[in-house]
């Protein structure tokens, strides 16, 4: 099972991705699952409540069995030397 773990800054690399499962960080920490027609919608809502409060508990508390993350970062500006 694939979980891709996105937020705002990787929503683009998140809609271009394939998965099994789209957990959306939110700015407050929350965690949403959702599905793969929120996650195309723009604006991008989730329609579902969030099922954890915090990453943390999120990957404590794994619902799947051998779960593989994809976890989508930003690549941060490098400033040239």
């Known amino acids: 099972m694939i979980i891709v773990l996105f937020d705002d800054a990787t929503l683009g ?8 499962l789209f957990w959306y960080i939110a700015s407050n920490g929350a965690v949403y699952d959702v599905s793969r027609q929120d996650l195309m919608r723009d604006p991008f ?14 990957l404590a508390t794994m619902p799947v069995d051998d779960p593989r ?5 930003q690549n941060p500006s490098v400033p040239e030397p």
């Open 13 to 20: 690399s998140a809609r271009q991705t394939s998965g099994d």
């Open 69 to 73: 993350l994809v976890w989508l970062t």
């Open 45 to 58: 809502v989730s329609s579902r409540p969030a099922i954890f409060p915090d990453l943390e508990q999120a």
